[in-house]
C-alpha cells in the first residue's frame, strides 16, 4: 500500500453489531495500514490498523454477535454464551493475583495502586476509591435529569503509562437523548476479529441493564479509536469472510 501524507479517517454507519463488524473488516483491508509492532501484543508481528475510526451502531440489540454464513470454513470470534460471561466480568470488581486490573474492577470497585517501603522491602498497597461509576451514572440520571455532559465512566488511568498491558478501553461516555441510553466509546487499541464483537457485546449489555434501571429505552453505540487493528494471522480470515481472498496485503 502506497504511503500517504495525511490520517484517513474512515466511518463506519452500521445497522447492528453483526453489520459493524463486517463493514469494519471490509473497510480495514481496503483502507488499512500496515506496520511492525515494536512494542505491544505480538511485539515484531505485523498489524493491519486504521488511522482512525468512527462507527456507528443504531441498533446494537438487533443482532449481537457476527454471523458466519454456511460453508465459511472458519470460526466464529464469539458467542452468546462468551459475552453473557464478560457481563460479569465488566460488572464486578473480581480479579486473579496476575492481574494489575479487569475493566469491572476499574468500573466498579477501582483501586489505586501505591508502591510503599516497608522495612527495606517495596510493596504495592492497593487503596480502594469507593466508587461504582456504573450506579452512580444511573444514579445521576435518576436524579438530576438527563440535561448533563457529566455522566462519564473512566476506565484509564494516568499510571496505566508505566503497566505492561494497559487498558485498551479509556472511556465510556453516556448521553440520554430522545427516550435513549447511548454510549459513545474510546479504544486506544483495539483488535477488530475478536475483540471487537466481545468487547461490544458486553458493553451492549452493560448499557441495556443501565437504560432498564434508568427508565429509558435502550440507545446506540459510537465506538471510537485511532488503533483498531487486525494482526497478520487473522488476515486471512477476514479476507474470506470479507469475499476479498484475492486482495494482496503487504
Given at each position: 500500500m502506497p504511503e500517504k501524507d495525511f490520517l484517513e479517517?474512515?466511518?463506519i454507519d452500521a445497522f447492528d453489531l453483526?453489520?459493524?463488524?463486517?463493514?469494519?473488516?471490509?473497510?480495514?483491508?481496503?483502507?488499512?495500514?500496515?506496520?511492525?509492532?515494536?512494542?505491544?501484543?505480538?511485539?515484531?508481528?505485523?498489524r493491519l490498523e486504521f488511522d482512525f475510526v468512527t462507527v456507528r451502531v443504531k441498533k446494537p440489540s438487533h443482532q449481537i454477535i457476527p454471523i458466519i454464513p454456511e460453508g465459511m470454513s472458519i470460526p466464529s470470534p464469539t458467542d452468546m454464551e462468551y459475552i453473557n460471561g464478560y457481563l460479569g466480568y465488566l460488572l464486578t470488581g473480581a480479579k486473579t493475583e496476575t492481574e494489575d486490573y479487569t475493566y469491572g474492577e476499574r468500573l466498579v470497585e477501582p483501586k489505586v495502586r501505591v508502591k510503599q517501603n516497608v522495612n527495606g522491602e517495596e510493596m504495592i498497597k492497593e487503596m480502594p476509591l469507593?466508587?461504582?461509576?456504573?450506579?452512580?451514572?444511573?444514579?445521576?440520571?435518576?436524579t438530576q435529569g438527563?440535561?448533563?455532559?457529566?455522566?462519564i465512566m473512566e476506565i484509564g488511568m494516568p499510571s496505566d503509562i508505566i503497566l505492561n498491558d494497559?487498558?485498551?478501553?479509556?472511556?465510556i461516555?453516556?448521553?440520554?437523548?430522545?427516550?435513549?441510553?447511548?454510549?459513545?466509546?474510546?479504544?486506544?487499541?483495539?483488535?477488530?476479529?475478536?475483540g471487537f464483537p466481545?468487547?461490544?457485546?458486553?458493553?451492549?449489555?452493560?448499557?441495556?441493564?443501565?437504560?432498564?434501571e434508568i427508565g429509558v429505552e435502550d440507545g446506540e453505540i459510537?465506538?471510537?479509536?485511532?488503533?483498531?487493528?487486525l494482526y497478520e494471522y487473522s488476515w486471512e480470515v477476514a479476507k474470506i469472510r470479507t469475499g476479498k481472498a484475492n486482495l494482496s496485503l503487504k
Amino acid at each position: 500500500m502506497p504511503e500517504k501524507d495525511f490520517l484517513e479517517p474512515v466511518f463506519i454507519d452500521a445497522f447492528d453489531l453483526d453489520d459493524a463488524w463486517f463493514q469494519a473488516l471490509s473497510a480495514i483491508l481496503d483502507k488499512g495500514h500496515v506496520y511492525t509492532i515494536t512494542k505491544g501484543s505480538y511485539e515484531g508481528q505485523k498489524r493491519l490498523e486504521f488511522d482512525f475510526v468512527t462507527v456507528r451502531v443504531k441498533k446494537p440489540s438487533h443482532q449481537i454477535i457476527p454471523i458466519i454464513p454456511e460453508g465459511m470454513s472458519i470460526p466464529s470470534p464469539t458467542d452468546m454464551e462468551y459475552i453473557n460471561g464478560y457481563l460479569g466480568y465488566l460488572l464486578t470488581g473480581a480479579k486473579t493475583e496476575t492481574e494489575d486490573y479487569t475493566y469491572g474492577e476499574r468500573l466498579v470497585e477501582p483501586k489505586v495502586r501505591v508502591k510503599q517501603n516497608v522495612n527495606g522491602e517495596e510493596m504495592i498497597k492497593e487503596m480502594p476509591l469507593q466508587v461504582n461509576q456504573v450506579e452512580e451514572v444511573i444514579k445521576l440520571y435518576k436524579t438530576q435529569g438527563f440535561g448533563t455532559n457529566q455522566a462519564i465512566m473512566e476506565i484509564g488511568m494516568p499510571s496505566d503509562i508505566i503497566l505492561n498491558d494497559p487498558p485498551c478501553l479509556r472511556l465510556i461516555d453516556t448521553r440520554v437523548r430522545y427516550g435513549k441510553l447511548h454510549f459513545v466509546l474510546y479504544f486506544r487499541s483495539w483488535d477488530l476479529w475478536g475483540g471487537f464483537p466481545s468487547n461490544l457485546g458486553g458493553l451492549q449489555l452493560v448499557k441495556q441493564y443501565m437504560a432498564d434501571e434508568i427508565g429509558v429505552e435502550d440507545g446506540e453505540i459510537v465506538a471510537v479509536s485511532k488503533g483498531l487493528h487486525l494482526y497478520e494471522y487473522s488476515w486471512e480470515v477476514a479476507k474470506i469472510r470479507t469475499g476479498k481472498a484475492n486482495l494482496s496485503l503487504k
